[in-house]
């Protein structure tokens, strides 16, 4: 069945059964040493008090990295950085870079966003629609956060010229919360009409994220051996503690204002403020994937995107079912 058709079935169906393969670990190396990495999208829907999530749908399914997920503002469109040969560039051996895709979820479009001579990761849709800001490496190696346009016509422009290396960001209005590389690396605030910028926070994670409807940004602390998800209140700087990581962990969403979601192996646990800890809260052992990495959830709360490893079944699909559902409980 082609992946379009799918997808609409995905859109449309809540199917109860799917065939079940248990998860093996097969990390394979692809070119320029990138993990062979897909993404994946299910359908949520929230009952009682839960978000049920239904099986999910291997949207890129290729050998290759494609990662970062995030979506447009309606949920409608996944952007994702895919490493793949770039006719730009001659040199063979620089012929596997990264740029920005989208994957229009109605099946309609599947395209590059970008084809540069550098790489692009990390992209996030601008409030408008008309961009998306991303992290270029450019040919000096430096990484900068960048601004592209989606509509003809438009220039990209670098953003923040005077802050690098640039790894992961968050936006809160014209503020951009930035993870920038360095021995620590520093959790770094700069307001882009003043030009104002102020380091908040050493010794950090990646995870770097809005906390929806609010004006504060979480990220991961590192003391030791220990990690924690913590909060900044942008407006006063003032931090607060919310919750250790899971085991070296550092990637984590909102699922809204008040639960965290994160994934490790098959796996998917939740942490509501409140809680002292994580929960397990789904098993997706039963779709041939594993190592699961970045999670996210698209802004009208009906979509999951994540990052896995695909693995190989098991077993026989036809001797091999398990439900289909698996619930995230709040």
Not at 21 to 27: P, V
Not at 181 to 196: E, F, I, R, V, W
Not at 292 to 300: A, E, G, K, L, Y
Request: glycine share 6%; aromatic share 6%; net charge positive.
């Amino acid at each position: 069945m082609p992946i379009h058709t799918a997808l609409r079935a995905l859109l449309l169906s809540m199917p109860v059964i799917m065939p079940a393969a248990a998860a093996q670990a097969q990390t394979r190396a692809t070119v320029a040493g990138a993990p062979n990495t897909d993404i994946w999208l299910a359908r949520i829907g929230r009952r009682d008090g839960a978000v049920i999530v239904q099986p999910p749908l291997n949207l890129t399914k290729r050998e290759g990295y494609d990662n970062q997920p995030s979506f447009d503002a309606r949920g409608r469109t996944i952007f994702y950085t895919r490493r793949a040969p770039n006719a730009l560039l001659t040199n063979t051996e620089r012929d596997v870079q990264t740029d920005i895709w989208s994957y229009a979820l109605d099946g309609s479009s599947h395209v590059p966003v970008t084809v540069t001579a550098e790489s692009e990761y990390s992209a996030q849709v601008t409030p408008d629609g008309n961009a998306i800001t991303v992290i270029r490496v450019e040919r000096d190696s430096a990484q900068h956060l960048w601004r592209m346009p989606l509509t003809t016509g438009g220039t990209a422009e670098r953003l923040v010229g005077r802050v690098k290396p640039v790894g992961y960001y968050a936006w809160v209005g014209p503020k951009v919360v930035m993870f920038v590389l360095g021995a620590p690396a520093t959790l770094q605030l700069m307001d882009t009409t003043s030009g104002m910028i102020d380091t908040v926070a050493r010794d950090i994670g990646r995870g770097v994220k809005r906390v929806p409807g609010t004006s504060r940004v979480s990220f991961v602390q590192k003391a030791g051996a220990q990690w924690f998800i913590d909060e900044l209140d942008i407006t006063t700087k003032a931090v607060t503690r919310l919750v250790a990581t899971l085991p070296m962990v550092e990637e984590y969403t909102w699922v809204d204002s008040t639960t965290l979601l994160a994934g490790t192996g098959t796996r998917l646990h939740t942490w509501t403020r409140g809680q002292t800890g994580w929960t397990v809260a789904a098993d997706l052992s039963y779709a041939p994937l594993t190592d699961i990495s970045r999670v996210t959830i698209d802004p009208t709360g009906s979509w999951l995107a994540f990052v896995a490893v695909p693995a190989a079944p098991a077993c026989p699909t036809r001797t091999c079912r398990a439900s289909s559902k698996a619930v995230i409980r709040r």
